[in-house]
């Protein structure tokens, strides 16, 4: 079965753009998960989705930041107004009922902001 | 501020050794600590993950160790090859908020 996809796998946009990053979710799960990752660390929590409603958004750096998830499934993260500071990894990951089920993970979306 | 502590930075062993990657955390909220894996270009994968409840879980040649008092846990790679090569995170969670470590970079040496 299919994993975890996220489009595009790179983005490359200007300083004051919009971009959206798109994360679908393996079938059936109910909870999904987008990170940040800067080079050199770890994947920092940004929002939890339970279904369609974000159940935590407490990671979102600010209010440039936004996610929806309309149908319970594929998800989009929208960046308003990049900065040069937004440049990184983005990771989607899905879990088939949350809490401490594993876990999945896409590859990530590239995002570089010049 | 870095809910969960990651040492060392790089990792180099021969083929063989023992790779040991250790954590530490503050929260005692956290109740379930995974560790992943991730190869460049990919997103990280699950290893292996303890609750605190019990102080060692292996699963193959991945073993935790967890010390609840310390407020610690570690990573040993048995037998390393040079296809574990990857760079490494810890992570902590309470409920579906997860902190993850700053990774370690693990070369294995043929």
């Known amino acids: 079965g299919a994993g975890v996809s996220q489009t595009p796998s790179n983005k490359v946009t200007e300083k004051g753009k919009y971009v959206e990053l798109r994360c679908d979710p393996i079938?059936?799960?109910?909870?999904l998960y987008w990170y940040r990752q800067s080079l050199g660390q770890g994947p920092e929590f940004l929002i939890y989705f339970q279904g369609t409603g974000a159940a935590d958004d407490s990671g979102l750096p600010n209010d440039r930041f936004f996610a929806v998830r309309p149908e319970g499934s594929v998800s989009t993260l929208k960046i308003q107004r990049t900065e040069r500071g937004d440049s990184a990894v983005y990771l989607c990951?899905?879990?088939?009922?949350?809490?401490?089920?594993?876990?999945?993970f896409g590859p990530g979306t590239r995002l570089t902001v010049l | 501020q870095q809910q969960v502590k990651q040492s060392p930075q790089s990792l180099i062993v021969q083929k063989g050794g023992i790779p040991i990657i250790n954590c530490a955390y503050e929260?005692?909220?956290?109740?379930?600590f995974p560790w992943y894996q991730q190869f460049p270009g990919k997103g990280p994968a699950l290893l292996i993950a303890?609750?605190?409840?019990?102080s060692e879980k292996k699963e193959g040649r991945f073993t935790i160790s967890f010390n609840k008092s310390a407020k610690q846990f570690s990573l040993h790679i048995m037998d390393s090859q040079p296809g574990d090569s990857a760079t490494y995170f810890c992570a902590a969670s309470s409920g579906n908020q997860f902190y993850f470590g700053t990774g370690t970079s693990l070369t294995v040496i043929p």
């Open positions: 990951a899905s879990s088939l009922l949350g809490g401490a089920g594993e876990q999945f």
């Open positions: 079938s059936g799960h109910t909870a």
């Open positions: 303890i609750r605190p409840d019990v």
């Open positions: 929260n005692t909220a956290f109740d379930y």
